[in-house]
């Protein structure tokens, strides 16, 4: 945490940080809805615009910006720490200490939570708070949890279907879709203001095509005078419908644990997040950190494996990036330079494994997703 902290005061993040800091002006400027309408990159729900506004005014806009809104984040990894903590120990005193220590030490998540200056850690920390409540036996919180998770990020709406074919008892089922109704209230109030540009900007935002799985190879043959025509095809089909591939596999997933009970809850959504970062059409480095807690609980030395190349990968493309003024700054740009390239394809190709082998699994705590413990 300390590192984080000191990593944090250090630099001022890639240029997603900018982008913030131009939202903490805008929202005081012209208002949430109106941002909505005249800003594109306005992606992001209702509820983290606010906490950057809040951030610029406690700041006045200066240097010290970046620092203080990444602030909450670092706190959220520091309860993701404590979750895996409870989590790990429920099987033994030492794997709850490694979860904890694991993800406190993994190198993926220091990078993104302490530089990079997006909300993943927010988002990670409450999906993992989600399940881990849904496993007390506590829907209606887990719903809450999912959706302010969903608030901070759309990307935890893929854990949505899974989480709701995991309960067996038709409560635990409405309690998780109440808790989740109730926080999708802020995002229906925005949509019903502004509808058009809620749903142009956040519902069907796409990221950028990058070196990173699918796209890696679409841009490499492109790259191929006799490949580039077909190439360029595949990425403008994949760029526009490769999301759909994602929502179709969660509802697979989800068909599959209604049907079997096969995963328990920790897998199966580790199985989710993996799956929307393989498929991924789009790609920004901060998604790098999506499934890590998930997946250490899942599969604690695949996580860990996980964690350092996806950390190798980052920390390539920021030294690469870098400005070289101080505090540190890096301009993403979505073709990554040939060092960076190669840990993503490694970072990918480990995830494949990872996914393959947890959907092959048939655990013994696969019970666990019906009692409830």
């Not at 927010?122 to 989600?130: D, E």
């Not at 393989?278 to 604690?300: K, M, R």
Request: hydrophobic fraction near 55%; aromatic fraction near 12%; charge should be positive.
């Amino acid at each position: 945490m300390l590192a984080r902290l000191i990593l944090a005061a250090a630099s001022w993040g890639t240029n997603d940080a900018d982008t913030w800091h131009a939202f903490g002006q805008l929202v005081g400027d012209r208002g949430l809805i109106r941002l909505y309408e005249t800003e594109k990159l306005m992606n992001h729900p209702p509820l983290m615009p606010y906490w950057a506004r809040a951030a610029y005014v406690m700041t006045g806009g200066k240097s010290w910006f970046a620092f203080v809104f990444k602030l909450p984040m670092i706190a959220a990894d520091g309860v993701t720490c404590w979750l895996l903590w409870r989590i790990g120990r429920e099987r033994s005193a030492r794997l709850g200490a490694a979860l904890s220590a694991g993800f406190a030490l993994l190198p993926i998540s220091i990078l993104i939570t302490a530089h990079h200056c997006n909300t993943e850690p927010l988002y990670v920390m409450l999906s993992l708070a989600a399940v881990y409540l849904l496993q007390l036996g506590r829907p209606l919180s887990a719903g809450l949890a999912l959706g302010l998770a969903i608030n901070v990020k759309l990307v935890p709406i893929f854990l949505v279907a899974p989480l709701l074919a995991s309960c067996a008892v038709r409560r635990d089922f409405l309690r998780l879709l109440a808790g989740l109704a109730i926080m999708a209230i802020p995002s229906l109030v925005v949509l019903c203001i502004t509808p058009a540009a809620y749903l142009n900007n956040v519902v069907r935002y796409k990221s950028d095509v990058a070196h990173w799985g699918i796209g890696h190879f679409m841009l490499e043959m492109s790259g191929e005078p006799s490949l580039e025509m077909s190439a360029e095809r595949m990425m403008a089909f994949w760029f526009e419908y490769g999301r759909y591939f994602i929502l179709a596999s969660s509802l697979a997933l989800a068909g599959v644990q209604w049907r079997t009970r096969r995963y328990d809850r920790y897998t199966l959504a580790a199985i989710a997040m993996t799956l929307f970062l393989v498929i991924a059409p789009g790609f920004g480095l901060q998604y790098l950190l999506a499934p890590a807690a998930l997946l250490l609980v899942a599969w604690p030395a695949g996580g860990g494996v996980y964690g350092v190349l996806a950390g190798l990968f980052a920390l390539a493309w920021y030294l690469l990036h870098w400005d070289g003024t101080f505090p540190i700054r890096t301009i993403f740009v979505p073709i990554h330079p040939l060092p960076g390239r190669t840990f993503g394809l490694l970072t990918w190709g480990w995830l494949v494994v990872c996914l393959v082998r947890m959907l092959s699994s048939r655990g013994p705590t696969a019970q666990d997703a019906t009692s409830g413990h």
